[in-house]
Structure formats: structure tokens, C-alpha cells
């Protein structure tokens, strides 16, 4: 078996990812959780301040 770029690995894959495979998709699934809540985060306050000033 010759190792898969993580890039074309699925997780629905018959072969078993590598420790450095699943390292990086959690490494890459925590990164996008950060700005996906750094995103969130910003727009929340935003709209706080939007609905404050509206008062």
C-alpha cells in the first residue's frame, strides 16, 4: 500500500489512515473550528452593538 496525500484521502477509505494522516485532518478539522468561531464571535458582538445603538 503506498500512503494516500491527505488530500485525496476520505475517511470512508478501505485503507487505515496513518497517525500523520489523522494528526493533520485534526490539526486542519481545529483550525477551521477556530475561524469558524472567531467568524461567529465577530458577527455576534456586531450585532450587539447594532441592536444597542438601536435603542
Known amino acids: 500500500m503506498t500512503p ?5 484521502y476520505r475517511l470512508t477509505s478501505l485503507e487505515e489512515p496513518t497517525e ?9 478539522a481545529a483550525e477551521e ?6 467568524v461567529a464571535t465577530e458577527r455576534f ?4 452593538k ?3 445603538a438601536a435603542y
Do not use: T
Open 4 to 8: 494516500q496525500p491527505i488530500d485525496n
Open 50 to 52: 447594532q441592536a444597542a
Open 45 to 48: 458582538f456586531e450585532e450587539i
Open 20 to 28: 500523520e494522516m489523522l494528526a493533520q485532518l485534526m490539526r486542519e
Open 33 to 38: 473550528a477556530r475561524e469558524s468561531n472567531r
